[in-house]
């Protein structure tokens, strides 16, 4: 019999890989502003994130190790290290975690997207569009949490259309993809822009951020949203006529009526959406409406949450974040920001801010290859804040490009919600890579000849 728990060779080599290159970074002599410390923890982080990345271990191993690593070496005071648990970000993903379950579990993503796919039509260009407005109108109910039941109902509508693994298929999923993404770069949810706000807090002081302000000084990505899905609908569009309202029309009778559970849901999410809209005005912290809300599935008279709900949660990735703002309060305990602000600043100062910006979405598009999006934001978001600062342009405006610019892939591994997508197994490998290079460059058009002039009109930089 086999033993499945044997470490086998690739296993070997990554491990390698993960603990030797690390470790050549002693190598690096120190100096009075590259002290020992600092090198300490380039090497202990960057260990951490290798195993992030390549999977090696289970999440949650490095994400409890790290912290604990840098109190024991001395390199930060726990109570500096652990800091986010007192604070509403991990609290906020735990919560968000339970909104997308009982989300999915209800089934009211579905409902709404069969309906805007109606609505639209029902042509290939039309549920392309449909998607679009099922994932804006799913980010704004549960925000940032479409991307499993958005990759479970494209898979659907491919095999019930019988697309097989095709370039349509491609376009379906890829455009159920960006459209459950996408809207994130303009609903504020708890996963991109919350976290890499708070990572960056050490050097910038405290940033409220709320719903309308996000919503507002990125208004232009909502039109973005449907630019992309148009594009990827005109490469991907089959030879053949196609139009499919009949089957959408018969797939949404078969839901019948909304059902009660439907409607509750709709209502906390629409109340978590409230509080969100008001909190300008009741000046809670929004991160605590992510936490609070769901718990409401639970309550008497509600009671549309299931035990399941909760135990199959991926507490592992509640760890992971907890661990990426360790590594960002503890880099700036040492002052790893100024010093990598001290390094870049000669290379930008003086030149103009389109470059300053296209700069800056080429290194995290580039960072992309290596490193996951999280793992970005746990590196790079106090660092491009300390220079941000040191120019004098807003980190807000720095943070706001980064969310565009580690959305750019180019192949699934970069990206793991990308990647469930591709997981499925109707999409071709060169039907991803140019689709989404396509949709890499109407990016950074859009950010240099839209988003950058635009944060200039209303004042941002």
Known sequence: MQNINKTTKKEWIIWAACIIVPLLLFLIPTSEQFSAQIRLFLVLSFMAILMFAFEI???????????????????????????????????????GLVLASVLQSTGLLTRIAYWCIIKTGGSY??????????????????????????????????MALNLGKSKASAGIMLGG?????????????PT????????????????????????????????????????IAIMCKPKDAFSEKEYFVKEYQKLGKVSMAEIKTMLVCCGLFAFLLTSKWHGLEVGWGFALFPCLFFL????????????????SFVLFITACLAIGNTASELGVGQLIADWAIPFI?????????????????????????LAIMACLSLPMAQIALNLGI???????????????VLFPYEYALYLIFFSFGLIRMKDFVSIMGVKMVLNFLFCMLVMVPFWMVVGLI
């Open 300 to 315: 008497p008279g509600i009671k549309v949450g299931k035990p399941e709900d909760l135990t199959s949660i991926n507490f």
């Open 394 to 408: 807003d980190p807000l405006a720095i943070y706001f490009l980064m969310t565009n610019a580690y959305d750019q």
């Open 192 to 231: 991109n822009i919350a976290l890499t706000v708070g990572i960056g807090e050490p050097v910038t002081g405290k940033i409220d951020v709320s719903w309308w302000d996000y919503f507002y000084l990125n208004l232009p990505a909502l039109f973005f949203v449907f630019v992309v899905v148009i594009a």
């Open 57 to 95: 271990v289970p999440q949650a191993v490095p994400a409890i190790v790290l912290p604990i690593a840098y109190v024991l070496f001395g390199l930060a005071p726990s109570s500096v290290v652990f800091s986010a648990w007192a604070g509403y970000i991990p609290w906020m993903m735990l919560g």
């Open 177 to 189: 993809a960006v459209s459950a993404l996408l809207p994130q770069q303009f609903i504020y949810n």
């Open 349 to 373: 100062e003086g030149k103009s801010l389109f470059f300053t910006f296209g700069l800056t979405w080429c290194i995290i598009v580039l960072s992309n290859f290596v490193l996951t999006p």
């Open 125 to 158: 260009m039309g549920i392309l569009i449909g998607l679009a407005f099922t994932g804006i109108i799913g980010n704004l109910l549960a925000p940032g949490k479409v991307v499993i039941p958005m990759a479970a109902l494209t898979y659907g509508i491919c």
